[in-house]
C-alpha cells in the first residue's frame, strides 16, 4: 500500500528500523482490515489479542522484511495466519456449531438477534461443514482469497508456498464446495427466509 | 455467483471495527514498542479503562442498527412514503426499502416482487446504475391445459442461467456488492433472516452497470403475509448490455 503521500509499506518499515514508533503507521494502514479478518476467523473474543501478536511479531521480525515488496499486505496475513493456526480448535468448532445447529456465534456478537429459533440458510449452514473439514493449509488459501482479498501471488508470498501450489490448494477445495453443495442451487442466496 | 462468490458471503456482514477498539490496539502496539517489544497485556488498568470506552461505543453502534432496523420497517405493513432520516436517506414502499447512508453505500431490502421500475429509478437516483429484471422463479411453465398433455411432466423454470461474459472482474464484484443479514421479527415470537444487499456505489468501475434480478418465490408459503423474495446476487456488469436469461428448468 502507498500513502497519500506517497511512502509505501516497505518505506515505513525500512524508517521503523531508526525510528521505531513509525511502524504504527503500518497498523493505521492495515489494522482495521486485519481485525476484520480475524474476526470472520475466530469471532470477536480473541481479535484483540491476536491483531496485536500479529503486530506485534511483525514489529520484531522487521529486520527481515523483503523491502522489494511495497504492499506489506500479504506478510503481514503470513504472519496472521501463523498466528490464527495457533487457535485453529476456535476455529473449527465456531464452523461446526455452524454447520450443526445454524446458529453463528461470530455474527451473534454484531447483530441484534430476534429470536433464537432463528437459524442461518442451510446453504451457509452447509458451507460452514464444508470449511471446517478443510485441511488447515487448504482453508487458508482459500480464505485469504475469499475474504483478505490477496491474488494468488501475494498468497504464495504470505504462506511462503509456489504459486502453483495455491492454485493446485484451490482447485481443491472449490471442487470440494461444490461437491458439497450439489443439489443446492448456489446462485440463490436471498430467497430462504427462515421462520 | 460462483462457490468462491459464496464463501466471500460467509460473514461478510460484519461492521468494521469501531475506532475506539482500534485506538485500543495502537496503544498496545505503541507501548510495547517503548517498551522494548515486551506485549502489553490487556489486563493493565489502562487496558480497562480503555475497554470500557470500546464497550460504550460498541452500544453506541447497537443502537444506530436498532434505529435502521426500524427504519426500514421490518417486514411489516409500510405505506410507501419518501423518509429523510438524519445523515441517510430511505426510500421505502411496501415492496422493497433502499437506503443511501451518508457514506454513499446503498442498502436494498427486497420484500416482494412489485414496482421494479421503481426500484431501479430509485438506485439509479442514488448513484447507481441499476438494471433491474424480473427473474422466473418456480414458474410453472409447459403443455399444462394443452390437450393430450396431461401425461406429460410439468417442467417448471426455477431460475435463469446468465453467461457471464460481460461480467465485471471479481474483484470488482466483491468491492461494490456484499450481504448483510438481518434479522426481523415476524410478528407472534417468529422471526426471520433476510438478506440484504449493501452496494458501494463508488466502487462501481465508470460505464458499468448493477444487474438485479428477482421475482417471487411462488412456491414457498408466504411470511406475515409477504411472498417470499428470491434473488440472485446482484452481478456488476461492464456495460449496460444485459446477459439474456437462460431458464433453468427442473
Redesign the interface.
Known sequence: MTAPDGETDAAVIRRSRHD??A??LL??RH??AM??YV??RLGDGP???V???C??AA??RRDRYDFSRADARPWLYGIAARVIGKHRRTEVRLLRALARTGA?L??EG??????S?????A??RR??GV?AGLPEGDREV??L???A?LSYAEVADALAIPVGTVRSRLSRV?KT??DA?AGQ??????????? | MNDLDLVAGLRAGLPEPPSARLAVGRARLTAAIRSGNKPVTARSRRMRVNRTAVAICLGAVAAAAAAALVLTGGPGAVPSQHLTAGSSRTVVTAAWTVREDANGTVTIYLREYANPAGLQQTLRADGVNAIVRPMPSHTATGPRGLPGSRKLPLPTVTSCYYATTNNAPPAVQRAVVTIVFQDFPTGRGGAMRVATFVIHPHAMPPGSALFLPYGTHSLAPPINGYPRVKALWPVVLKNNTVPACVPVIK
Open positions: 521505531p514508533e511502524f504504527a497498523y493505521d489494522a482495521a481485525y476484520r474476526v470472520r481479535a484483540d489479542d491483531v496485536a501478536e503486530f506485534l514489529f520484531t453463528d461470530v455474527a454484531h447483530a441484534d438477534r430476534v429470536d429459533r432463528v437459524t442461518a440458510a446453504l451457509q458451507l460452514a470449511l482459500l480464505l482469497i475469499a475474504w482479498d472449490r464446495i461444490r453443495l442451487d448456489p446462485t440463490l442466496l436471498a430467497e430462504e427466509l427462515y421462520s
